[in-house]
């Protein structure tokens, strides 16, 4: 069996396991619209705590809004939004990502007790690596083509699902370079960051190539996106029964962990999936 190693935190992934589900927990600014007694830390503390009662596995912080043309943030704006979320719920019972590009970010999060980091920018930034290099907290890496800013103006591959992959191949390496142990891995095609809806629906198909090569766990994060809207022609707040199928493919071609903002919803859609993929498996209709 093997093992992804999330800081404090310990799970199966593969054959036969159940897929994680990794709840987002977006951070905005303070509005002090009321005075500053209900803040945006409340706000996110109430989220948390529903996505626990949810049976949510680890729960992503992020302050930054990596949406196509977002602007950046500072270190300084970044800190202040993610690190006081971190403190609140670090002892909360489950495993705590922070979402982050920046690696005073990712060190500042693993000093206060954070269990992974979730790099949509693949840990390529100066430093990255030495950043997480001396923790045991599980590191998501993701691909992204160029920027947030400019990530989807005309994105053009030869063969996405290659491409993605011997990028993801690279890093792994990089990461195995920096000493850093591969159980903490998991991989990331990135839907959305800089993919056409072609390009997408080719890495979803392609999931398992992508498994194969890297031998992984991978991280699918296809909640809400613009992809479900073309699809479906929905906006985002009606995007739920799209995205539930997208991530129930997802883990159909071998994803471990599924990044969702409906956590109640995609909890119960998993339990049936696994109760039927197990019942395949002791019948012997699976290899
Ligand atoms: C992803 C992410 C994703 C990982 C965002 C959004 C945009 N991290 N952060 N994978 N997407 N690992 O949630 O729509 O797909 S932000």
Do not use: E, H, L, N
């Given at each position: 069996m093997q093992h992804l190693q999330i800081g404090r935190y310990r799970f199966a992934w593969g054959k036969g396991t159940r897929p994680l589900v990794m709840g987002i927990l977006n951070v905005t600014p303070?509005?002090?619209?009321?005075?500053?007694?209900?803040t945006s830390l409340d706000a996110a503390l109430s989220h948390a705590e529903q996505m626990m009662t949810d049976d949510v596995d680890i729960i992503d912080i992020g302050g930054e809004s990596s949406r196509p043309g977002a602007e950046t943030l500072s270190v300084m704006e970044e800190l202040d939004r993610v690190m006081p979320v971190v403190f609140a719920l670090r002892d909360c019972g489950k495993p705590i990502s922070v979402d982050t590009c920046k690696p005073e970010v990712m060190r500042e999060a693993i000093e206060a007790g954070a269990d992974m980091i979730n790099d949509i920018n693949g840990?390529?930034?100066?430093?990255a690596l030495r950043a997480v290099k001396d923790s045991d907290c599980g590191l998501c890496i993701m691909h992204m083509l160029?920027?947030?800013?400019?990530?989807?103006?005309a994105p053009h591959y030869e063969d996405v699902v290659i491409e993605v992959g011997d990028f993801l191949v690279e890093r792994v390496q990089a990461f195995g370079e920096a000493g850093i142990?591969?159980?903490r891995l998991c991989i990331d095609p990135?839907?959305?960051?800089?993919?056409t809806l072609e390009h997408n629906l080719s890495l979803l198909a392609g999931l398992d190539d992508i498994q194969q090569r890297v031998e992984l766990p991978i991280l699918a994060g296809l909640s809400r996106k613009s992809m479900i809207g073309k699809i479906t022609g929905k906006p985002v707040e009606h995007r739920l029964a799209g995205g539930l199928a997208a991530a129930l493919f997802a883990v159909e071609r071998g994803a471990a962990i599924v990044r969702v903002h409906d956590v109640a919803e995609t909890v119960d859609a998993i339990k049936i999936w696994h109760a039927a993929s197990k019942a395949m498996f002791s019948t012997g209709k699976s290899e």
């Open positions: 303070d509005s002090f619209s009321d005075g500053g007694r209900f840990f390529c930034a100066p430093g160029g920027d947030p800013r400019t990530m989807q103006i142990a591969r159980d990135g839907f959305g960051f800089g993919k």
